[in-house]
């Protein structure tokens, strides 16, 4: 998806305010898909500063 694949774009290169407007974007139209609820959530603790030190823009999966 052209949408989601933009969102994750931002978010690797630490625009997390771009990467959370797209994801709501996303998140308006299907609401349960669980991949941007994912990035959503992880957006939601990292808070609006990327975390001291290189940004690699991975996450750990900590649920199944």
């Known amino acids: 998806h052209?949408?989601?694949?933009?969102a994750l774009s931002h978010f690797k290169a630490?625009?997390?305010e771009a990467a959370r407007t797209a994801l709501r974007a996303i998140e308006a139209r299907w609401p349960?898909?669980?991949?941007t609820q994912l990035y959503l959530r992880t957006l939601?603790?990292?808070g609006?500063?990327?975390p001291?030190?290189?940004w690699?823009?991975?996450i750990e999966i900590k649920e199944k």
Do not use: C, H, S, Y
């Not at 349960?32 to 991949?35: E, H, L, R, S, T």
């Open 48 to 50: 609006t500063v990327l």
């Open 44 to 46: 939601e603790e990292l």
């Open 14 to 16: 630490g625009r997390l």
């Open 2 to 6: 052209t949408a989601f694949a933009e």
């Open 56 to 58: 690699t823009g991975a």
């Open 32 to 35: 349960k898909d669980g991949p």
């Open 52 to 54: 001291p030190g290189p």
